[in-house]
């Protein structure tokens, strides 16, 4: 197998995982079956046409090679016949969430390197990669975005993406080097799920009665 | 009347009735009439927005041409004041809406196969173009898009979309045939709402009491 | 100080106000660290990413100037230790953001003409600029977009764009003319604010009964 195949079967991996993401939250909404596949096109794809408009390889990927979308609505249909077992699996989604992630990280900041983007805006360009699909997937199903809420996710692609921007910069990113941070990313965000770190949260401090300055 | 000049009626008619729509949805949250005419821009034209940032056509027709605009903030402002009216022509609204999704399908997916975008990209961009601004429309009000939801809509456009592709692939992409695929669209979709046909919905099975697996 | 300097410190604070009030939004609806410094980011950025796309200028100076998203990251960060505090400026950031509109307004819109959008599409698009950020904060939290909804905030965009636009085709686009209009746009925000000016919201006429149409 070539490294790139490799990658792209790596690269379908990581669109079917987040494609059935999304067809869960859609199924859980209620949503017909064209609903579904939609949702989960939508969060397998979003982010790679948001990093491919940015960097203007146009059409992006997920209009210009035809397997991006079958894979993602086979899985989307397929999530939709058999989610009763699939939430069996929460553990297994969570897992495979967790590659998909570390995965559409390395490649988005690559890519976006690769197209000549300064190192840090090649950074958001590389988390919003792997986190955009999840905040179409929430956009779409009417929910805050739970990326921006919840544990250490968007926290661990950020972290991954400076980790490629350094690797680049220092001329070591090669397979080695590229597959542990993918694998870094993958680990921090299994272990803030397991120990359930997360982001702190502002405390809302209750206005302070009988203080109240003069101002308006 | 030249063809270009009967594409572009045709166009312009698409986007006053998709504005219509969003205006009227505007209406009904209570945004004001800025908010009025907001709305029905997103609607009639974001799904043309979307499709041309895809393509690289910048700036988009949207952007290009004041006649688009021009129409689509007209037709929301005429909507504010007339909505009371307009509510008594809901079934010719229907019937316009559905007039627009063949037409924007038939220019959506063409203008993707102009481009160069490969025939299964091609149809989901004519797809997104239709729907597209119906998605903005629903996003902007606070809804789950109702296309995501009810009656063959999408897959209308979709199996349009298709048709395009095929008589693009064995030159039959002419007048007639385009002009069929958009009555094809129209009809499904007519066909579709008046038979309350419908994508299936998913069965959400309560969890089986007393069988449960033994893992997590 | 240069005026390209002059500029981009104009810029750079109407990206931190910008930034402050996504954050505060943010903070507003418990997001985390992390979501709070997001919602910021397309806050301070979201408008002019909208508008580099359209223009293709790619990347977006938003991903292509490290300046811009630091000081969105870091006003973000400092809202989010700091909120209780700016509860109490109020009044001063209607102040700045006022200022910020006024900017984005007029920078969108000379971007726009420079880049060869025609004059009504580069209006549009310069008042996008303006609106785009607190569009995308609102979507990100689950709000109905309130540029949509409330006083005259869109509204002073658009007519200081359609100045930056005349001043254009009358060749007085010079730093006299542009400052004028973004004051213009400032003033006409804070004194809607002030005297409460709002856009009209259409009449929801119960339906008559009695009087019921024959039609279906």
Redesign the interface.
């Known amino acids: 197998m070539t490294t790139s195949t490799a990658l792209l079967l790596a690269d379908l991996t990581g669109v079917a995982v987040f494609a059935a993401s999304g067809a869960s939250a859609?199924?859980?909404?209620?949503?017909?079956?064209?609903?579904?596949v939609?949702?989960g096109?939508v969060a397998a794809l979003g982010g790679g046409?948001l990093r491919d408009?940015?960097?203007?390889e146009?059409?992006?990927l997920?209009?210009?090679?035809?397997r991006y979308?079958?894979t993602a609505a086979l899985t989307a249909a397929a999530t939709?016949?058999l989610?009763?077992r699939l939430a069996?699996l929460?553990?297994t989604v969570l897992v495979l969430d967790a590659a998909g992630l570390g995965l559409f990280t390395v490649t988005g900041t690559l890519k976006?390197l690769d197209?000549?983007?300064?190192?840090?805006?090649?950074c958001?360009?590389g988390m919003l990669t792997a986190i955009g699909g999840g905040?179409g997937r929430d956009?779409?199903?009417?929910?805050?975005?739970v990326v921006?809420?919840?544990e250490i996710y968007?926290?661990a692609a950020l972290a991954g993406a400076v980790a490629v921007a350094l690797l680049d910069a220092f001329g070591r990113a090669d397979a080695a080097g590229l597959t542990a941070a993918a694998v870094f990313v993958f680990a921090l965000r299994l272990v803030s799920l397991r120990r359930r770190w997360?982001?702190?949260?502002?405390t809302?401090?209750p206005p302070r009665t009988g203080a109240r300055?003069p101002?308006?």
């Open positions: 859609a199924v859980a909404k209620r949503l017909d079956l064209f609903g579904v939609f949702v096109f046409i408009l940015v960097i203007d146009v059409p992006p997920a209009f210009a090679d035809w979308a079958a939709f016949w989610h009763p069996r929460r553990t976006a197209a000549g983007v300064p190192a840090v805006g090649a958001l360009l905040l956009l779409l199903t009417g929910e805050i975005p921006l809420r919840r968007a926290v997360s982001a702190p949260v502002a809302l401090r300055g101002g308006s």
